[in-house]
């Protein structure tokens, strides 16, 4: 690196290219030219090239800098180090690359037995408690750790399947040319004011956590659903199973409706004629 003061060079025209300075305005600073450029950019001072490069480095002291105008990697020379500061550099940059691997692998680790749980507890409340810690205690423990953690899983893919609006989409199809449709839920398509676009499906993070609560809910819904609506069952899988096939068809039923009732409302809508009185009434009742 090449360092000299103004004192030592008899040039006088330079100018450093990061605070403008030249030699007139400090005749104590060191000068460097770090790079292949000419000219104006050639000079550039010790102390304001070492902060233009804390900055770009951004507190990782190992990372490259270049010039920003031809592009030359800065040659950085380090003062040496002790032997202790030697061998513990290397580690600290070995920890600083390995740290993520092992957050990330305590993380998929920490999920997979929470998801290994969640189906554990799930069986027993689909078989019943002692049923189902039978079933797991006769199981392959091979068995159980590939098996327990496909249930959480499974109901969440299941959540993502939108089956309702296929049904909607045959409804509105079909609906004109079935007659006990069209008395159980009149609605005359040809007088509709227009089309309105159909609804994109949302993912923002209020629908993802909505999804993986309905689908995570579901067990504990589809055996309160069987207790309640079929009680004179005696099995409690097949009880659970019914409460869980009811549940379903009724939601999916009421979802149906509720889409139908909103599509009728979109494409009924009216945009009215601006009234500057009722906006003056309309701002002042905000107010």
Not at 12 to 40: H, I, L, Q, Y
Not at 207 to 222: D, E, F, N, V
Request: glycine share 6%.
């Amino acid at each position: 690196m090449s360092l000299s003061r103004h004192q030592d060079d008899p040039d006088d025209s330079r100018s450093c290219w990061v605070c403008f300075a030249t030699d007139e305005d400090d005749r104590t600073a060191m000068w460097v030219k770090p790079c292949r450029c000419r000219g104006t950019t050639m000079w550039v001072h010790q102390n304001c090239l070492q902060r233009w490069i804390d900055e770009k480095q951004k507190g990782n002291s190992n990372a490259k800098v270049a010039c920003p105008q031809c592009n030359t990697e800065y040659i950085i020379i380090f003062p040496k180090l002790g032997t202790l500061i030697s061998i513990m550099e290397p580690l600290d940059r070995l920890i600083n690359k390995t740290c993520p691997f092992v957050a990330g692998g305590i993380f998929i680790g920490s999920l997979y037995w929470t998801m290994v749980t969640y189906g554990a507890v799930t069986v027993m409340q689909v078989l019943g408690h002692k049923e189902g810690l039978s079933v797991m205690e006769g199981s392959d423990p091979l068995v159980l750790l590939i098996g327990l953690p496909l249930i959480p899983s499974m109901l969440i893919l299941g959540k993502m399947i939108r089956w309702e609006d296929y049904v909607l989409r045959l409804w509105r199809k079909h609906c004109m040319k079935s007659p006990i449709l069209k008395y159980l839920f009149p609605t005359d398509y040809a007088n509709l004011a227009r089309t309105p676009a159909e609804a994109a499906n949302i993912s923002d993070p209020i629908s993802i956590t909505r999804m993986l609560c309905g689908a995570l809910i579901l067990p504990t819904i589809a055996t309160t659903t069987g207790k309640v609506l079929f009680g004179n069952v005696t099995s409690n899988f097949q009880r659970t199973l019914l409460g869980g096939v009811a549940f379903v068809a009724i939601k999916g039923v009421l979802k149906i409706y509720y889409k139908q009732q909103q599509y009728i409302r979109q494409a009924n809508r009216v945009i009215q004629d601006f009234d500057p009185s009722t906006a003056e009434t309309s701002v002042q009742s905000r107010s």
